[in-house]
């Protein structure tokens, strides 16, 4: 197994929202209830102002870490962060909200996000909603482009249902091909691009998605249209509305939507560090 795949993978999960929270958290409670043992036992520091500055540093990452946990909550923050990946590539559509693609695609590549498959499974639930709404929105465009074929990239596990999804959206299952080689994003291009060359492609993710999807297809060589789907903020701006004073109250549906773009901020940053993107 590649070890960088591993390290990169283990990162994330610490640098999340939830996990820095709990990790400020948690560090300031252990280092508040050490400044408290008492001098005289095993574990007591003696000298007072090593216990003091061991008390305020507890404090202060304990409040830093709920502070944190309250502004990744709420309404204007994650609205900021997403509408910030969001509106980088919505050029291809109109005023109407439809596509309007500049060259005329061949394939239509649409990255897979996500799976919840289990034996038994109905079709339709067995992809993560991302997932749909990106293969929903593959077999809309192809609707627009008939002559297109669809190209399914992911694991098995994901192509599958994909396909079958789109089958029944309409789209012939001799108009679709599936890439199951890929484990990551940065897979996605080098394995499509063996599979379809360099031929007119539009590529179907989610706009938070796209703008590292976009960056490491151009850097292998790739120069898709751009079909962002699933759009949550886009085109508002995600600025705080005073009318509406609810956008400062803490919201699970808002700390989910910040740690969606912290993980596309970070995959950006990562990716950009190891000369994977083309901007």
């Not at 990790?23 to 209830?33: K, M, N, S, T």
């Not at 751009?226 to 600025?239: I, N, Q």
């Amino acid at each position: 197994m590649d070890p960088v795949f591993v390290l990169k993978k283990i990162v994330a999960l610490f640098l999340g929202p939830v996990a820095l929270v709990l990790e400020l958290i948690l560090l300031g409670g252990f280092l508040y209830l050490l400044s408290r043992i008492r001098p005289s036992s095993r574990f007591g520091i003696r000298k007072p102002s090593r216990r003091r500055c061991l008390r305020r540093t507890g404090l202060t990452l304990v409040i830093s870490g709920s502070a944190l946990l309250y502004l990744a909550s709420t309404g204007p923050v994650a609205g900021k962060l997403t509408y910030f990946l969001e509106s980088r590539f919505v050029d291809s559509i109109d005023e109407n909200g439809e596509y309007a693609l500049e060259q005329k695609p061949k394939f239509i590549v649409v990255l897979a996000g996500g799976t919840r498959t289990i034996a038994g499974k109905p079709v339709l639930s067995r992809l993560t909603p991302h997932g749909m709404a990106r293969v929903v929105g593959a077999a809309d465009l192809w609707n627009q482009y008939p002559e297109a074929t669809l190209v399914l990239t992911g694991r098995p596990d994901e192509t599958g249902p994909m396909s079958k999804v789109a089958m029944r959206l309409g789209v012939p299952s001799g108009q679709i091909i599936k890439e199951t080689e890929s484990r990551d994003t940065k897979d996605h291009p080098r394995y499509v691009k063996k599979m379809i060359g360099e031929a007119p492609l539009a590529l179907v993710t989610s706009a938070m998605h796209m703008p590292r999807a976009a960056g490491l297809f151009r850097k292998q060589g790739l120069r898709p249209e751009l079909a962002p789907v699933d759009f949550v903020v886009w085109p508002k701006t995600g600025d705080f509305d005073p009318e509406h004073p609810d956008s400062l109250i803490p919201k699970a549906s808002n700390l989910y939507l910040t740690t969606r773009a912290i993980h596309e901020i970070l995959g950006l940053r990562w990716a950009a560090m190891r000369g994977q993107l083309e901007e």
